[in-house]
């Protein structure tokens, strides 16, 4: 069961990694972005590591504080529902 747990968290992260590359180099060349909504979504909803790793390695919207201390929030969360399911089914 944690291994089914794990594989959706690192799917959501990897997803909102992807979106956060994506989102950059669409700013860079000027075109169709990805609204802030579907990023908040994918990190919300397990993608928080995803998030704020793409984030900080990409330097994409660290100018603004409430995705710099959010995502840092749900990456945290993120890790505590994965450490708390791995005690809690081994």
Do not use: C
């Not at 990023?39 to 928080?48: D, K, N, R, S, V």
């Amino acid at each position: 069961m944690f291994l089914i747990i794990l594989g959706y968290f690192v799917l959501l992260s990897v997803l909102a990694f992807a979106m956060m590359y994506m989102d950059k180099k669409q700013a860079q060349r000027r075109g169709r972005r990805i609204p802030e909504k579907n990023l908040w979504t994918a990190a919300i909803f397990g993608g928080g590591i995803g998030a704020y790793l793409g984030m900080m390695f990409f330097r994409h919207k660290t100018r603004h504080t409430n995705f710099r201390v959010g995502f840092l929030m749900l990456a945290v969360i993120d890790a505590a529902i994965l450490v708390w399911s791995y005690q809690t089914i081994n």
